[in-house]
RNA sequence: GUGGGUAUAGCUCAGCUGGUUAGAGCGCCAGGUUGUGGCCCUGGAGGCCACGGGUUCGAUCCCCGUUACUCACCCCA
């Protein structure tokens, strides 16, 4: 029979990964708490056409990469490939414009797209995601820059390189347009192919071309950042004041465009090296024409998705110290079998006190259990001896100091217990 | 969707221009006498050498195909 094998583009996080996630989690709970931010669990799966009005059918993501079905009732069913468009959903159908603005809220979990894989990218992968949903102010574009920010000052990661752009909106883009498709028309014969079927659907996504004959084009080509309008302008021109009283630094990159089509303003990514061609562990923007799109009412909002798989590779990558998980503080061992009932009961009352407590299984020889008991990194081991057997005793060693005493099951269950909350 | 690379033990990999019982390190298990881990020593388990065909007296090795994995393009987290 053919070996099961995981689907391609999804993977195990095996535990001796687990600690790296750990780390990345609490410091994105802590975050959430610190910037005022509330958490937000949505339905792995939406309607297929809140994604297709939400993320756009130009983009490559609804094009090419969702995982769709149909369910059993005919209905047309979509794993969320991004997390923005469910989170406006959910703000419209439970009346969160209602609340107190900005609305702020952050999600966690599973996020799917088809591409073939490579490394740091995946089929099924996992986001963090951060909105904060019906404000215009650009200190909020700077709040949301600045909790990227301190997410990765927290995780402390090194070079790191932050980049940002302004790609207007629907007053001042269609213009800038425009311009674009005349400057790449006029060179329409030295496009590449893609370039070429970009230029009437997506012109923005032929800045992005790495090819060496587009490349000179886009380096040429006007910049969005010279055709905004007096709001977008202005919008941009506070947002980097914000940043440079605070020291943040960044990189204007006028050939940030992003891949959905919400966007609108402010749009930043943030790249990390080491961990491959996909060095992007963050990327977001203002997306004030969503709710519209979605059919509520105007509702500007600003966000940013962390990928935590590419941040435990950069965890890993840069070998940043991160706390151990799963040491036990007790491994029960017994030098004889029929110390076994006894040695059962002492690993259920010091787990009854909150004790991390491990047993030696099997009836294997002491010395057995105790290179188990090293193996799994136990802090001491009880060991129930020839002598203890039927005392209520145990012979208790310190495994770093390699030293024991006898104590008495009450004192070693009181030594090591543990409050629990 | 388009390219390149790689498939040998649980993991990381050797295996000379094809030659008979397929190797190492790590890991796992068990021992090194009288109740005790880490270091050291000894032993053991574990491989249809990815799969299918071809060339050959003979293929882990050469050729073709399939599949999988992987890196990159595209795009993104």
């Known amino acids: 029979m053919k070996k099961f094998q995981s689907p391609k583009g999804t993977r195990d996080v095996l535990p001796a990964e687990q600690k790296y996630w750990r780390q990345v989690e609490q410091v994105l709970d802590s975050l959430a708490r610190i910037f005022g931010y509330e958490r937000l669990d949505l339905p792995v799966f939406e309607s297929t056409a809140l994604f297709q009005r939400g993320v756009g059918t130009g983009t490559d993501i609804v094009e090419k990469e969702m995982y769709t079905f149909t369910d059993k009732g005919g209905d047309s069913m979509t794993l969320r490939p991004e997390f923005t468009a469910g989170v406006i959903r ?50 909020l574009d700077f709040e949301i820059m600045s909790a990227a920010w301190q997410l990765f000052s927290d995780l402390k990661f090194r070079n790191l390189c932050f980049q940002i752009n302004s790609i207007g909106c629907p007053a001042c883009r269609p213009g800038y347009m425009e311009q674009l498709k005349a400057h790449f028309r006029s060179h329409e014969k030295d496009l590449c192919g893609d370039c070429r079927n970009r230029l009437e659907k997506n012109p923005l996504r032929l800045l992005d071309c790495k090819k060496e004959t587009c490349k000179p084009l886009a380096d040429r080509a006007p910049r969005a950042a010279d055709f905004l309008c007096k709001e977008c302008a202005d919008h941009f021109e506070t947002l980097k004041r914000y940043l440079d009283s605070m020291a943040m630094p960044y990189t204007v990159n006028p050939r940030l465009v992003r891949g959905l089509d919400y966007y609108t303003k402010t749009v930043f990514e943030v790249w990390a090296e080491g961990i491959g061609a996909q060095n992007a562990v963050c990327g977001g923007g203002r ?53 076994m009932p006894e040695a059962v009961r002492l690993a259920t009352l010091l787990r009854q006190a909150g004790t991390p407590a491990v047993l030696g299984f099997g009836g294997r020889s002491l010395k057995a259990q105790l290179r188990e008991a090293d193996n799994r990194g136990a802090r001491f081991t009880a060991i129930i001896g020839e002598e203890e057997l039927g005392k209520q005793a145990v012979q208790v060693r310190d495994m ?8 008495s099951w009450t004192d070693l269950i009181t030594r090591f217990r543990r409050p629990r909350d």
């Not at 952050?106 to 996992?126: D, L, N």
Request: aromatic share 10%.
């Open 400 to 407: 770093t100091k390699a030293v024991q005493e006898q104590l």
């Open 90 to 139: 959910a703000y419209l159908e439970n009346g969160m414009a209602s609340r107190p603005k900005p609305v702020k809220l952050w999600s966690y979990g599973p996020i799917f797209r088809y591409e073939r894989p490579q490394a740091g990218r995946y089929r099924q992968f996992t986001q963090f995601n951060i909105e904060a949903i019906g404000e215009m102010d650009p200190a």
């Open 287 to 339: 997306y004030d024409g969503l709710a519209e799109i979605l059919g509520g009412p105007p509702t500007p909002g600003i966000g940013f998705a962390a990928g935590i798989e590419r941040l435990v590779m950069t965890l890993m990558h840069q070998q940043i110290p991160v706390p151990e998980t799963g040491r036990p503080d007790v491994y029960v061992a017994c030098q004889d079998p029929k110390a």
